[in-house]
């Protein structure tokens, strides 16, 4: 089967599960293709229950750093062929949690290219839109709190425009988390309550001068696909990991390497 | 981790890799879950290279049965973990290619269970529609001429209504199938013209007095989701075979062979 001689991008979903399949949609819709056959093999690995909450173990109210199940997810899609990996999921890039699963991945000696969502999503903004200076956040409370956005949007001399903690509190973090009305527990249908919150996180980044905003939660990329939105462009994290999924997954040099 | 002890539901995609994501999302919308943590384990693999068109198989316009490789699918699904497994499309049901993916998998030893689209889709509506007696068909060329779904009907005492070959080929087919404007070229935006056609296959069922249809092709899934129309029932048959990996999946005594 030809599937064997192909570079196969693995997807680390289930953070939450309708994330993993956003990602997945958005490598379909970035690959240029007009039949079945064109398009990219992927294999999705979604284990829901198998990963603790991200934010809950940044903010210590878990013990078990999810980076070890996720490492594991990553081992077997490597060996069911996956040879370039996204994760579905911005707080697992918060350093507590991502370079656990980077020394997990080298002591199990693994060899794929795992593909880095929010430094893929800062140079996203670089490459396209050069006149940009100050950038917005919307993410959960563990990615805020990790600074991991913050950290790579100077790197690539941008100013971060970060809410304080009571408006990520009380607003952000709200609209993914809330047990009621929030997108985790309701990915299906976007609630009454989500939309006036996100109207209200839109106006307060654009009160702080926000050119662009990032979509730093694949929660909130459900709500918020790519565009412009009150003269920011919204820049979404979901999309820039696919993008630079598909990109690796046909660079020439990268195939005759893995063939 | 205990996404070894649950039993992990595996997806073949691909065929094509928009209708496996749908499958997918229809397994999520099919969960009783309020957190990320209580969805089911899914893995799908989607190799849309490697699977010749099931329906130019059929017609013998390839030579190459792509049910080798669907069980090669399978095969890696259960190697990495799945129990229960779904194809995400219909004419792979066909009894040309089935009969040879169950005779591949028993030679190779596997264990899975194979969830049977067509089957479940017919089984849905004894179930759940026990007063309708006509049911239309809007299926590929490759499902028409297997003859798969009449067969099925029939044997559930339910009376098929079926295209004639002109306007099977005229219409139907070509919303799928059509290079410039059809489902499969255009995955992410349903074109004008597939709303014409889709329009006039609707009408010619209804007036052969159909008070169901089956949308027995994944890729019409993406333009038809379950509902009513034109006073005929319409059984999704992405949404059918959801529903009975998610009966399967969460069989207690299942889990229990399987633990």
Not at 119 to 137: A, F, K, M, N
Not at 186 to 193: I, R, Y
Not at 196 to 222: F, M, N, P, R, W
Request: hydrophobic share 40%; glycine share 8%.
């Amino acid at each position: 089967m030809n599937f064997e001689k192909e570079i196969v991008i693995g997807v680390v979903g289930g953070m939450g599960p309708q994330a993993g399949l956003a990602l997945c949609n958005s490598i379909l819709c970035q690959t240029n293709a007009r039949t079945d056959q064109e398009h990219l093999p992927v294999i999705l690995m979604s284990f829901p229950g198998a990963v603790e909450d991200r934010t809950l173990f940044l903010q210590g109210a878990v013990a078990d750093n999810p980076a070890f199940a996720i490492a594991g997810i990553i081992q077997k899609l490597e060996k069911a062929g996956a040879g370039i990996i996204g994760i579905a999921c911005n707080t697992s890039h918060s350093p507590e949690i991502y370079d656990v699963i980077l020394h997990e991945l080298k002591k199990r000696r693994s060899r794929v290219k795992l593909v880095n969502m929010p430094y893929e999503t800062c140079r996203h903004i670089q490459d396209t839109y050069p006149s940009v200076r100050r950038v917005g956040l919307l993410t959960t409370n563990g990615t805020w709190q990790s600074g991991i956005y913050k950290k790579l949007l100077r790197e690539a001399g941008l100013e971060p425009v970060i809410p304080d903690y009571q408006f990520q509190q009380n607003v952000i973090h709200k609209m993914i988390y809330d047990p009621d009305f929030g997108i985790k527990a309701n990915p299906a249908a976007v609630s009454e309550k989500v939309r006036t919150l996100l109207d209200k996180a839109l106006h307060y980044l654009k009160e702080q001068g926000a050119e662009a905003i990032i979509v730093g939660c694949t929660e909130l990329s459900l709500v918020l696909p790519d565009k412009m939105i009150m003269d920011m462009i919204i820049v979404d994290s979901t999309g820039t990991l696919a993008g630079a999924l598909v990109r690796e997954a046909t660079r020439k040099e990268m195939k005759k390497s893995l063939c």
